[in-house]
């Protein structure tokens, strides 16, 4: 499996990005991607995920409201859409595949990742 993320970049306080993640290669109908995020000295930070099957979602307390995750099945991508954001959600994005989907919302199974790309949010 091949992730390849995309869409970052520099926005003010209050603006919007969406990130994209590609999706390539053998997967399972139970698998979900996640997005995760990791500042400077900070540690991984789980923000959401999204089966693909169904299209459930699952949101961390510090997004929740503000970013929405979807999917695109023809074009086998994930996005993650950033409204209002705050200098404290700079970091680089990362999105993870799980294929088994057994812990999908806990941020836990994902072994397979994307390389990651910067979000900076300016106050």
């Known amino acids: 499996v091949q992730l390849q993320a995309s869409g970052g970049g520099l926005v003010q306080a209050g603006g919007s990005l969406r990130l994209s993640c590609a999706v390539s290669g053998r997967t399972f109908s139970s698998y979900a991607v996640g997005w995760f995020r990791q500042a400077p000295g900070k540690e991984r930070e789980f923000v959401g995920a999204i089966r693909w099957s169904g299209g459930r979602t699952f949101y961390a307390d510090s997004v929740k409201g503000r970013f929405t995750i979807s999917r695109d099945n023809a074009k086998n991508t994930v996005y993650l859409q950033m409204n209002s954001l705050k200098p404290e959600d700079t970091a680089v994005y990362y999105c993870?595949?799980?294929?088994?989907?057994?812990?999908?919302?806990?941020?836990?199974?994902?072994?397979?990742w994307g390389q990651g790309t910067q979000v900076t949010v300016s106050s």
């Open positions: 993870g595949a799980d294929l088994y989907g057994t812990r999908w919302d806990q941020g836990s199974g994902y072994d397979y």
